[in-house]
């Protein structure tokens, strides 16, 4: 059964430094999503991406996030200077048509640690 | 007031037990509901969604909406040690990219 896979599964930082947290979405997947979960509370859109471009985004995401998707399959999620409220689990999400009644295949996520 | 509630739970049924898990949404405009399933340290998968009011039953699983107290749930019949994990409840919102809105999750715990 295709899968979202992410990479790392974990990274810890020092607060301020950049980190790029990787996905591969299941491959005829044309939309793409980042979540986060803070320990204990909601997991929270992110940014959706189509086409090469935001299609939409948070107030979470500020000018310290980017994504790309650099060689037509990794999607990649960064930060340029973490801070230690960035700490969460990233969950990337694909989908192959944005439709409310297609199911988002969520990956198995990257905990984030920033010390 | 907050678009998807939860009960955060813990809950603890013993096996064999119907268990039934709860979320409220605000906005009158969400069409479909879904209810993903997370274990620990794995990311949410879909176990079933139901479009505007009434039931929707996969095998023990059944998801009922009720739009006019704005009132979704999951039913798990028999419970089993495996269902033991997070339950979220999440709407896609009405317009543009369809993100998500997820309720905190309940966690299960189904105790053998």
């Known amino acids: 059964e295709p899968e979202v896979t992410q990479t790392p599964s974990h990274q810890v930082t020092q607060m301020g430094q950049e980190v790029i947290l990787r996905c591969v979405p299941i491959?005829?997947?044309?939309?793409f999503y980042w979540y986060r979960q803070i320990l204990g509370q909601k997991v929270e859109f992110l940014v959706s991406?189509?086409?090469?471009?935001?299609?939409?985004k948070s107030e979470i995401f500020d000018d310290q996030f980017s994504v790309e998707r650099p060689d037509g399959s990794n999607f990649t999620l960064k930060i340029r200077s973490t801070k230690l409220e960035d700490s969460a689990m990233y969950f990337c999400a694909t989908q192959w048509e944005a439709a409310p009644y297609n199911e988002q295949f969520f990956g198995p996520g990257t905990r984030l640690t920033v010390l | 007031q907050k678009e998807v509630e939860q009960d955060p739970g813990p809950l603890s049924v013993p096996e064999g037990a119907i268990v039934s898990l709860n979320c409220t949404y605000s906005n009158s405009a969400f069409q479909y509901f879904m209810w993903y399933r997370q274990y620990s340290r794995k990311g949410p998968e879909l176990l079933m969604y139901t479009y505007s009011s009434g039931n929707k039953e996969d095998g023990r699983f059944t998801a009922q909406v009720d739009k006019s107290s704005k009132y979704i749930s999951l039913f798990i019949r028999d419970s089993q040690p495996s269902d033991s994990a997070t339950y979220l409840c999440a709407t896609p919102t009405t317009s543009g990219t369809y993100k998500y809105i997820f309720g905190t999750g309940t966690r299960l715990k189904v105790l053998a």
């Open positions: 491959s005829n997947h044309l939309y």
């Open positions: 991406f189509y086409n090469n471009e935001i299609s939409e």
